[in-house]
């Protein structure tokens, strides 16, 4: 039959999180294994043992400071702290604190919990960055916009405009003049069209919409090597894909932002893209020769390019991976369910 200790410590043992029970003076009762980890000690060498002797003694004594408020108040207490974990890189822990009562009340230990909330914590700041980052794409998409706008089709319209009103109060109709000044109103009308066109397409492109994914790939590249002079190769599926819009987008946009990288970080002369199908999943892949990265040194802005990608992926249930080394090049891989 088991004991009150036995049963206690089966229940401490089945908590994924440190946990433990101390007497009124800090010294341990019981703890699970994962505190028993985490100390790099044994069992017995715990047990009976202030925080002093367990732990460096900086974090013993902090620990004994926020045991005895928790004795003397009989509140639960709850604070955050990073310290180094088992590979002795610093991680931020969750601490919870609860008085322990006998049958009477009484204050007799206290019992804690202690989570492990790095990868959270660390999680909840890049999708802050995330947010700032996005927020300044937009912005620097909205100034370009305006500029495009306010330069191209603003003069344009402006000089039509012009010479409209010369037209109307000094040509002669039918003039050698008037039709010299027509056609270069016709031609000027031309340009402000295909501006108007372009700019369009550099929002969404209506291949997308209008002739499929496939299409507004081989247009992106076609594209992007005029304007880099980089060498593209590009390989379709045999058939057509079927896509729902939200997937055509999502891996629209996350080649657009791999070129992106490419043109702007990668110091490549090539990159290849295939789109493939499997049972269960299409497969975007992007590969470029390029100078490589160093994913602990990745710059910021690019990395959180690459946390926009994962995330468009995650949002639809897919996968991002990346495959790089310095002077290798770079491997991009979306896999979106079907």
């Known amino acids: 039959m088991l004991t009150d200790i036995d049963l206690q410590k089966a229940i401490l043992n089945n908590i994924p999180d440190q946990a433990w029970l101390m007497d009124r003076d800090s010294r341990y009762i019981l703890v699970n294994e994962a505190f028993?980890?985490?100390?790099?000690?044994?069992?017995?060498?715990?047990?009976?043992?202030?925080?002093?002797?367990?732990?460096?003694?900086?974090?013993?004594?902090?620990?004994?400071?926020?045991?005895?408020?928790?004795?003397?108040?009989g509140q639960r207490m709850r604070y955050e702290e990073w310290r180094q974990g088992p590979g002795g890189q610093a991680r931020w822990f969750d601490i919870i604190k609860t008085p322990l009562r006998d049958t009477q009340g009484l204050v007799v230990g206290t019992v804690g919990i202690s989570r492990d909330v790095t990868d959270h914590k660390q999680m909840k700041q890049e999708l802050r960055d995330l947010s700032a980052y996005l927020q300044s794409v937009r912005e620097e998409e909205r100034t370009h916009l305006s500029r495009e706008l306010h330069d191209e089709l603003g003069q344009s319209l402006s000089a039509l405009?012009?010479?409209?009103?010369?037209?109307?109060?000094?040509?002669?109709?039918?003039?050698?003049?008037?039709?010299?000044?027509?056609?270069?109103?016709?031609?000027?009308?031309?340009?402000?069209?295909?501006?108007?066109?372009?700019?369009?397409?550099?929002?969404?492109?209506?291949?997308?919409?209008?002739?499929?994914?496939?299409?507004?790939?081989?247009?992106?590249?076609?594209?992007?090597?005029?304007?880099?002079?980089?060498?593209?190769?590009?390989?379709?599926?045999?058939?057509?894909?079927?896509?729902?819009?939200?997937?055509?987008?999502?891996?629209?946009?996350?080649?657009?932002?791999?070129?992106?990288?490419?043109s702007r970080h990668g110091q490549a002369t090539r990159v290849n893209v295939a789109l493939v199908e499997r049972d269960d999943a299409i497969i975007l892949h992007i590969a470029d020769d390029g100078r490589g990265m160093d994913a602990t040194t990745l710059p910021h802005q690019k990395s959180l390019g690459l946390i926009g990608m994962r995330e468009r992926c995650v949002l639809l249930g897919g996968q991002l991976a990346i495959v790089s080394l310095p002077g290798q090049g770079t491997q991009i891989e979306a896999r979106i369910p079907k």
């Not at 004594?61 to 928790?70: C, G, I, N, P």
């Not at 291949?207 to 304007?227: H, I, P, T, Y």
């Open 36 to 73: 028993v980890t985490a100390c790099g000690l044994t069992e017995t060498n715990i047990l009976g043992k202030t925080p002093i002797e367990v732990w460096p003694a900086h974090w013993g004594r902090e620990y004994m400071k926020t045991d005895a408020q928790v004795v003397s108040s």
């Open 161 to 262: 405009q012009l010479g409209l009103g010369v037209m109307e109060a000094q040509l002669p109709v039918g003039s050698a003049a008037w039709v010299g000044h027509m056609d270069t109103l016709k031609a000027l009308t031309n340009e402000t069209l295909s501006s108007i066109k372009r700019i369009a397409s550099d929002l969404r492109p209506p291949l997308l919409d209008d002739l499929g994914l496939e299409s507004a790939m081989e247009w992106l590249l076609v594209g992007f090597s005029k304007r880099t002079g980089l060498v593209h190769t590009l390989q379709l599926p045999s058939s057509p894909l079927q896509y729902d819009h939200d997937a055509s987008t999502t891996l629209f946009r996350i080649l657009q932002e791999a070129l992106t990288n490419v």
